[in-house]
Structures are given as structure tokens and as C-alpha cells.
């Protein structure tokens, strides 16, 4: 059902209350289709929403929101790999559970990553070690000039850190509708982040299940991250800017402390939220947006903010940063 001039609020975990001029769910490829072949709405621009969890609406968006409920989650082979196919609608940590209910191992550190399963490849969603490259098998992908599926492998998706083809030369030619995973029954835990290995001696768990994993990177999540039912916020709103090893070491004279990760031979990744809470943002708030107390990464609305005011605030944070550092961040949140 087509909605006219309807509140965005309730479909932004940043709580933006700015109103879309059409607005529409659909529940079957069929129904996306017939959107796309109204000679009115084909015209309008468009605006494909997941769980809206990675966006900031700046303003009122003069288009048509098309809000993803593809559902239905199914395990396609069990051999020693499984591969799980999911519509792109459905919840990914919803997606998480299923699979270690059936016991597969691959997602259980993407456990609580707010969003639908068909964002998780856009922007290559990863925490604590695992990026969902690294489970990937293949999705399938509406073609908005055609109106036909297409399939695209690991290597089409062109993923890298919080990128894939999507976001850069197809961005807004394609609606997801399907990913599949290969995962495996008998896995690897990924525990090297140090974290996780010390929930887990926390809880005395010293052979841990993929079930004790996700426990695990719940606990920690909930412990440090800001619930978006709660304040406002769209995760990490910047992205680890990664610069070569001879400006880091240039910049580890000035700054002993500064948080590093070694990326290749040649260059280095630095922890924005680091850099953000050194320049002095942690915590700063300016009426009722701000940067979260606890970790400066977090860009929040405690309740009735303005996008356009945090985006100014982003702004400001990206030209201290460069002041201080000569570094350039990133947004990581995608910005309508
Ligand atoms: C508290 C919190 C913690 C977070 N932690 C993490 C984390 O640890 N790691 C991480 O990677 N991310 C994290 N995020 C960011 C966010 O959860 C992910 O980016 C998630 O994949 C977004 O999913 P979504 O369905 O909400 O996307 P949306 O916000 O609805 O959309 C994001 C973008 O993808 C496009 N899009 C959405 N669905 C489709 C589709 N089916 N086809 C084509 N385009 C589409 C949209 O148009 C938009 O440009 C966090 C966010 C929050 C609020």
C-alpha cells in the first residue's frame, strides 16, 4: 500500500523525524516490481530501507522510501559447508540466530548488528575479526533499469572495508532481495579479538561453543554500545582511517598512545574513535545531539534532534581531526 507525507521516525535507529513523500512496503519481488513499472513513482528518487540503521535523513525526503520485507530464511545443501540463503528483509541478527540454532558456524561475531540481511553486503558489515566477506556465497539483486534478478559472487560484490560494488559503481541500480552464506558445522571459533577471550575466562568458558562466542559478543556489545531504542544513533558513524606507515610513524612521535592496527607492509590503520576522543569530542553534547559519552565513534540524538545538526556536527569533527592529525576521516553512515 502506497502512504503519502508519512513520519521516517519510526524507521531510523538515529529516531530523524523528517517525513517522506511516498512511502511503500514491499513483501514479494512481484510487489517491487510494480512499483518500479508505475510510470509516476519509477520517476521519483528512491530511497531503499533496511532497518535504517545506517543512515542519517538530513531532510524530508522529496521520494519514495521502499521499505525492504522480503522474508523467509532456508539451508540449501548439508554437507560439510552449508549454505543458508536468506531474503534480504530479514533481520540479520534474527539470521545469526538461526544458524547457530542449527548449529553453523561463520556469523556468531556479527552477533547484534542492527539491520536487515540484505545491508550486511552492501557496506560489508564486520566486528570483533569477521567481515561477512568472509561467509559470503553469492546474492541475488533486482535490476532497477530491467527488471531482472541478477547474481553476483564474492569477487562482483568488489567488498572491502565497509565497501562493495553496491556503494560505489552500482549504487542505486540494484535492491538486494537474497544472500546466501557458506557456513560450516564443524568451525574455527574465531576468538583472537582480546575482548571476546576474556568474556569468555569471565564466564569460565575455556571450550566455547558458537553459541558461547555470540553470548560473548552480545555481552560486550550491550555493555558498550548505545541501544538505539534508547538515544538515538547509527553505530560507528566514521571509519577507521587507514594512511601509510610513514605518516603513522611521523605521527606516533607526537602521539605515543595512538591506536594502530597493521593493515600491509606499506600502510596502517588507525582507530577514528582514537583519534575523535584525543581531539577532545568524547562526550561533548550541544543541546540534544552529541558524541557519546562512552565511546566517540557514536554519534547520538538524545531525543528530538535535527539530521541536519548532527551532520554539521560530523563536519566539525572531520576538520578537527584533519587539523589535528592531517587525516581524513570517513563517514561510514550513509547521509540522505
Ligand atoms: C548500535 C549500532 C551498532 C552497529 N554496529 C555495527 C557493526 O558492528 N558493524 C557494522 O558493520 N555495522 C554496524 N552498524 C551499522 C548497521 O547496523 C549496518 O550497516 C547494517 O548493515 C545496516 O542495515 P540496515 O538494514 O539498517 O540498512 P539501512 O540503514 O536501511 O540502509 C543502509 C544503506 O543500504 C541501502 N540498502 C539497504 N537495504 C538494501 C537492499 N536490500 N538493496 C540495496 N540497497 C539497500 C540503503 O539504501 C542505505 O544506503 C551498527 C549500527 C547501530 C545502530
Not at 533499469?145 to 556503494?167: D, L, P
Not at 558498550?224 to 606516533?252: H, M, Q, R, T, Y
Not at 566517540?296 to 545538526?309: I, P, R, S
Request: glycine share 8%.
Amino acid at each position: 500500500m502506497l502512504q503519502r507525507n508519512i513520519s521516517l521516525k519510526p524507521y531510523n535507529t538515529f529516531g530523524i523525524d523528517v517525513s517522506a513523500s511516498y512511502f511503500a512496503r514491499f513483501k514479494s519481488v512481484k510487489e517491487l516490481k510494480d512499483y518500479f513499472s508505475d510510470p509516476g513513482l519509477s520517476k521519483l528518487p528512491l530511497l531503499m530501507l533496511g532497518g535504517g540503521s545506517n543512515l542519517l535523513l538530513t531532510k524530508n525526503y522529496e521520494g519514495l522510501v521502499l521499505k525492504n520485507e522480503l522474508s523467509g530464511i532456508e539451508i540449501l545443501t548439508a554437507d560439510n559447508s552449508v549454505f543458508v540463503k536468506s531474503a534480504a528483509g530479514e533481520n540479520w541478527h534474527d539470521l545469526v540466530l538461526f544458524t547457530i540454532k542449527n548449529n553453523l558456524g561463520g556469523i556468531e561475531n556479527l552477533s547484534l548488528i542492527p539491520g536487515s540481511v540484505g545491508a550486511a553486503p552492501m557496506q560489508n558489515i564486520g566486528a570483533y575479526g569477521v567481515e561477512v566477506k568472509d561467509v559470503f556465497h553469492e546474492l541475488e539483486a533486482y535490476e532497477i533499469a530491467t527488471g531482472k534478478i541478477k547474481k553476483f559472487n564474492a569477487q562482483q560484490c568488489r567488498f572491502g572495508y565497509r565497501e562493495s560494488v553496491f556503494k560505489q559503481e552500482l549504487k542505486n541500480q540494484f535492491v538486494i532481495t537474497s544472500v546466501t552464506l557458506k557456513l560450516t558445522k564443524n568451525q574455527t571459533l574465531n576468538t583472537s579479538y582480546g575482548a571476546i577471550n576474556d568474556e569468555l575466562k569471565k564466564r569460565g568458558i575455556t571450550n566455547p561453543t558458537i553459541k558461547d562466542v555470540s553470548d560473548a559478543v552480545i555481552s560486550i556489545r550491550q555493555s558498550k554500545l548505545p541501544d538505539p531504542k534508547e538515544i538515538g544513533n547509527s553505530g560507528s558513524f566514521f571509519k577507521n582511517p587507514v594512511i601509510a606507515k610513514s605518516k603513522f610513524f611521523a605521527l606516533k612521535e607526537k602521539f605515543p598512545d595512538i591506536v594502530n592496527y597493521p593493515v600491509d607492509d606499506n600502510n596502517v590503520k588507525l582507530a577514528a574513535g582514537w583519534l575523535i576522543e584525543n581531539a577532545g569530542w568524547k562526550g561533548k553534547t550541544i543541546g540534544n545531539y552529541g558524541v557519546h559519552k562512552n565511546q566517540a565513534l557514536v554519534l547520538v540524538n538524545y531525543g528530538g534532534a535535527n539530521g541536519n545538526d548532527i551532520y554539521q556536527l560530523s563536519e566539525d569533527i572531520l576538520k578537527s581531526v584533519k587539523m589535528f592529525y592531517d587525516v581524513e576521516l570517513e563517514r561510514e553512515v550513509n547521509i540522505f
